[in-house]
């Protein structure tokens, strides 16, 4: 996808210099540690392939791109990402949207970005829609090395468990040969979607009136989106979502199979990072923006994975891979049983 950003309202290079300022730094960050992790890191990747291909039964081709990179990088990296995910809104809103509006976005934007920039740990590229076919594997240097020395863990070991869960990512979208396709079409069509709706505001009234009076979250696991979305863009999040619970638990249960079998510190590891997630410092902010859903797609997604593992065994998630029709739908995350009697 190519963006004309001249022509963009929005400046996505300021959101990424906000990102990277919100990001910060880390002390090693620049150090030895991060050329040693980068060199290292290819031929860590190189080593669990094997394992993942062996456990999910999803070939991949040999080599990624391993790149080690710091919270700014990430944070720009995550910036031009925006800038061709949003690019079909922005153009409808050229010309209505002014500077001081395109401004408040990228400022937050970037603010999020940042926040974000702090916690991301690897990332498997293909799956992000910006139109390039890079298959690349990235680490959050910074990220990696404040975990390590927080809670004492062995780098070689916490490496390896990190690498399992990028390379599951990577078979499951490669290993899956209509998979990228289908999660990019449900992006992008409901970015694209999104126009400027002069009823979005009574909209989002009627809907916190609603909490209110049903004594729920003002904002609920879709964040501020949900408030504004029509019922057919709501559909569409539901369908991202569901999709993406079952990529995050199945990467977790996968990364968790294996690190039983070949790391001393699994549990340790899993429970200390399961508790990461769950931090109720930054639940507030997760919910608002709606990141509180990709949190709980860990959760949610591991659950479902070993509910079917428990009554059908681990091959039955195979029927998972077969096409979209067979993926769970957002009920049938939280109902593993009526998931396995559709497919079934």
Same mark, same amino acid.
């Given at each position: 996808?190519?963006?004309?950003?001249?022509?963009?309202?929005?400046?996505?290079?300021?959101?990424?210099?906000? %990102?990277? $300022?919100? &990001? /910060? #730094?880390?002390?090693?960050?620049?150090?030895?540690?991060? =050329?040693? +992790? @980068?060199?290292?890191?290819?031929?860590?990747?190189?080593?669990?392939?094997?394992?993942?291909?062996?456990?999910?039964?999803?070939?991949?081709?040999?080599?990624?791109?391993?790149?080690?990179?710091?919270?700014?990088?990430? %944070?720009? $990296?995550? &910036? /031009? #990402?925006?800038?061709?995910?949003?690019?079909?809104?922005? =153009?409808? +809103? @050229?010309?209505?949207?002014?500077?001081?509006?395109?401004?408040?976005?990228?400022?937050?934007?970037?603010?999020?970005?940042?926040?974000?920039?702090?916690?991301?740990?690897?990332?498997?590229?293909?799956?992000?829609?910006?139109?390039?076919?890079?298959?690349?594997?990235?680490?959050?240097?910074?990220?990696?090395?404040?975990?390590?020395?927080?809670?004492?863990?062995?780098?070689?070991?916490?490496?390896?468990?990190?690498?399992?869960?990028?390379?599951?990512?990577?078979?499951?979208?490669?290993?899956?040969?209509?998979?990228?396709?289908?999660?990019?079409?449900?992006?992008?069509?409901?970015?694209?979607?999104?126009?400027?709706?002069?009823?979005?505001?009574?909209?989002?009234?009627?809907?916190?009136?609603?909490?209110?009076?049903?004594?729920?979250?003002?904002?609920?696991?879709?964040?501020?989106?949900?408030?504004?979305?029509?019922?057919?863009?709501?559909?569409?999040?539901?369908?991202?979502?569901?999709?993406?619970?079952?990529?995050?638990?199945?990467?977790?249960?996968?990364?968790?199979?294996?690190?039983?079998?070949?790391?001393?510190?699994?549990?340790?590891?899993?429970?200390?990072?399961?508790?990461?997630?769950?931090?109720?410092?930054?639940?507030?902010?997760?919910?608002?923006?709606?990141?509180?859903?990709?949190?709980?797609?860990?959760?949610?997604?591991?659950?479902?994975?070993?509910?079917?593992?428990?009554?059908?065994?681990?091959?039955?998630?195979?029927?998972?891979?077969?096409?979209?029709?067979?993926?769970?739908?957002?009920?049938?995350?939280?109902?593993?049983?009526?998931?396995?009697?559709?497919?079934?």
């Amino acid at each position: 996808m190519t963006v004309d950003v001249a022509t963009d309202p929005v400046d996505w290079r300021l959101a990424g210099r906000v %990102a990277g $300022r919100v &990001a /910060g #730094t880390h002390p090693l960050a620049e150090s030895y540690h991060r =050329e040693l +992790l @980068a060199s290292t890191a290819p031929g860590i990747i190189a080593e669990v392939a094997p394992m993942v291909t062996e456990e999910t039964g999803l070939v991949t081709p040999e080599h990624p791109e391993v790149v080690t990179v710091g919270r700014r990088e990430w %944070a720009e $990296r995550a &910036a /031009g #990402t925006f800038t061709a995910l949003m690019a079909p809104q922005t =153009e409808q +809103l @050229a010309g209505r949207m002014g500077d001081g509006a395109a401004t408040i976005v990228a400022l937050e934007t970037g603010a999020l970005l940042g926040v974000m920039a702090r916690r991301v740990l690897g990332q498997y590229e293909l799956v992000l829609p910006t139109g390039d076919e890079a298959d690349t594997v990235v680490f959050v240097a910074p990220n990696v090395f404040a975990l390590e020395r927080s809670h004492q863990f062995r780098p070689s070991e916490f490496r390896t468990w990190l690498a399992l869960h990028e390379a599951t990512h990577r078979a499951q979208f490669l290993g899956v040969p209509w998979l990228r396709e289908h999660f990019l079409s449900l992006v992008t069509g409901l970015v694209g979607a999104r126009t400027a709706d002069p009823n979005r505001w009574s909209r989002a009234a009627d809907r916190l009136t609603d909490a209110i009076a049903g004594s729920r979250p003002l904002v609920d696991e879709g964040g501020l989106f949900s408030l504004f979305a029509t019922e057919e863009q709501q559909a569409q999040v539901d369908k991202i979502q569901a999709l993406m619970c079952l990529l995050e638990g199945h990467g977790h249960v996968v990364m968790d199979r294996i690190g039983e079998r070949i790391l001393t510190t699994q549990d340790r590891m899993s429970r200390l990072l399961k508790a990461r997630r769950m931090d109720p410092r930054t639940a507030a902010f997760f919910r608002l923006t709606g990141m509180e859903m990709k949190m709980r797609q860990y959760e949610l997604g591991e659950q479902f994975v070993n509910r079917v593992t428990e009554v059908a065994g681990w091959d039955a998630l195979d029927a998972a891979w077969s096409g979209p029709d067979a993926l769970p739908t957002l009920p049938e995350i939280s109902d593993a049983d009526s998931w396995l009697a559709r497919v079934a």
